[in-house]
């Protein structure tokens, strides 16, 4: 449990004159630069985090985002980008968010460096936008040249024999250390891009180019890259920042429905853990969300952007606050690797995982009933699953997890809810009965 004597708290004034109604959509149409710095240095205890994060705080990260809430529709224009800058000094970068931002080549243009750039996508997402990707990157631009590598589709591929196919196309094509790489895809080809470009002669420069709702609101941004291996998920892999990061709302278009729902888990995520706020918005708009509306979407990614940007900002390593954006990925990650990978999508194990540490938070005495409550409700409404696969057994749960990355001098730490809505705690000092009931509730062995 948490001390005052040894937990950090994190707690920011906030601004009662700028209430967002929880059924607004700001319309996104004018370029908003998000810088997110920390005002502060302190000592992360990886062991031990408590973090109090008061509501409103994504208005005050972004004070100057203000003007586009106050836009009407008929003013709303794709042609700008909203911005939300990753400030870590000298590697800081943007995050552009827009309708089209493909068609505008100046974008990508400028984040290239050399004259040679690799383009790392799958079989999937390869037809549906390589073309578009390599005319952004050459028009009007001929000294650069173009290779790219199409990778099997699946998280089951995340290994080391296909990111060997990368190595391999990079060295065939004679790429220097002036290369560029740039990641199309969902999460898979970003960590296996950026992995790639961490280790390609020990660092090249990469871009990020998501193309799912995942990808777009947590994984391309914070510069966590890897593969899995059959022990575990991302046990192995590097941190390291793109140049940029470029978020085309359009490539929703093409998103299978399954994929989408598995990326609001992420959304749901973050509200959870330290924007209630947010998490209101949520459960006053999940419909449109679900319809693909796309001025709620722009904001959800915005606004989870906003969040992801803030916490890397201040521990980019995960020394202690990055890993609260962990919630539910430690039961995530075992029903992953213990059910198959590929068989259920992140987003989905991630859900039922997050169902299974706010049961655990409630038998602690953590939170109250009704945050259950409104976790399972929000996520039937997402459509996607608040249990494990019934195949699943305690056992299984407990020899996955305790290879997990949280896992320290043998101790599991988990990130649970504790207080009001919107808080949470990075710890490894809870009751283990609290964990094995837990374990028992949910599955049948």
Same mark, same amino acid.
């Given at each position: 449990m948490a001390c005052a004597t040894n937990a950090i708290s994190l707690s920011l004034s906030s601004n009662p004159n700028s209430k967002l109604p929880s059924d607004f959509i700001p319309k996104l149409n004018r370029p908003v630069n998000v810088s997110l710095r920390a005002s502060t240095s302190a000592e992360l205890d990886p062991g031990r985090l408590f973090l109090s994060r008061p509501i409103g705080l994504s208005r005050r990260i972004c004070a100057n985002a203000t003007p586009v809430m106050d836009q009407s529709v008929g003013e709303r224009s794709s042609s700008v980008p909203t911005i939300v800058e990753v400030d870590l000094g000298n590697r800081s970068y943007p995050i552009y968010i827009g309708s089209g931002l493909l068609d505008q080549h100046e974008l990508l243009q400028k984040h290239v460096?050399?004259?040679?750039?690799? $383009?790392?996508?799958? %079989?999937?997402?390869? @037809?549906?936008?390589?073309?578009?990707?390599?005319?952004?990157?050459?028009?009007?631009?001929?000294?650069?040249?173009? =290779?790219?590598v199409i990778l099997p589709d699946g998280e089951k591929y995340k290994n080391m024999e296909t990111l060997m196919k990368v190595f391999d196309k990079a060295i065939e094509s004679r790429l220097d250390r002036r290369c560029t790489f740039v990641a199309l895809g969902g999460g898979v080809i970003g960590d296996m891009c950026g992995f790639a470009a961490a280790a390609f002669l020990r660092g090249v420069?990469?871009?990020?180019?998501p193309t799912t709702v995942m990808a777009q609101v947590d994984s391309s941004v914070g510069g966590k890259t890897g593969i899995n291996h059959p022990l575990g998920k991302n046990l192995i892999g590097a941190f390291y920042q793109p140049q940029c990061v470029l978020i085309d709302t359009d490539t929703l278009n093409t998103l299978p429905d399954r994929e989408l729902a598995s990326g609001l888990a992420e959304v749901i995520k973050y509200g959870l853990i330290r924007d209630a706020e947010f998490f209101e918005w949520q459960e006053k708009n999940m419909e449109k969300l679900m319809a693909r509306d796309p001025d709620a979407f722009?904001?959800?990614?915005?606004?989870?952007?906003?969040?992801?940007? =803030?916490?890397?900002?201040?521990?980019?390593? =995960?020394?202690?606050?990055?890993?609260?954006?962990? +919630?539910?990925?430690?039961?995530?990650?075992?029903? =992953?690797?213990?059910?198959g990978y590929g068989e259920w999508l992140h987003g989905e194990a991630v859900a039922a995982g997050t169902v299974m540490a706010v049961d655990m938070s409630y038998r602690l005495g953590w939170i109250d009933s009704?945050?259950?409550?409104?976790?399972?409700?929000?996520?039937?409404?997402?459509? +996607?699953? %608040?249990?494990? @696969?019934?195949?699943?057994?305690?056992?299984?749960?407990?020899? $996955?997890?305790?290879?997990?990355?949280?896992?320290?001098?043998?101790?599991?730490?988990?990130?649970?809810?504790?207080?009001?809505?919107?808080?949470?705690? /990075?710890?490894?000092?809870?009751?283990?009965?609290? +964990?094995?009931? %837990? +374990?028992?509730? /949910?599955?049948?062995?």
């Open positions: 460096h050399g004259k040679k750039v690799l $383009v790392v996508t799958n %079989t999937t997402i390869a @037809p549906l936008h390589l073309d578009k990707v390599v005319d952004a990157l050459t028009k009007g631009n001929p000294n650069v040249s173009v =290779e790219n420069n990469f871009i990020q180019i722009a904001y959800a990614i915005k606004r989870s952007c906003e969040n992801k940007a =803030e916490v890397v900002s201040l521990d980019e390593k =995960e020394s202690g606050l990055r890993a609260t954006l962990n +919630l539910g990925h430690t039961f995530g990650h075992a029903i =992953e690797t213990g059910f009704s945050i259950m409550k409104r976790v399972n409700d929000i996520l039937q409404r997402a459509k +996607l699953p %608040t249990a494990p @696969p019934e195949t699943m057994t305690v056992e299984m749960f407990k020899s $996955v997890m305790a290879v997990d990355k949280k896992v320290a001098d043998g101790l599991l730490r988990l990130i649970l809810l504790k207080g009001p809505l919107g808080n949470c705690v /990075f710890t490894g000092e809870y009751d283990r009965k609290a +964990l094995d009931d %837990t +374990l028992s509730a /949910f599955c049948k062995s």
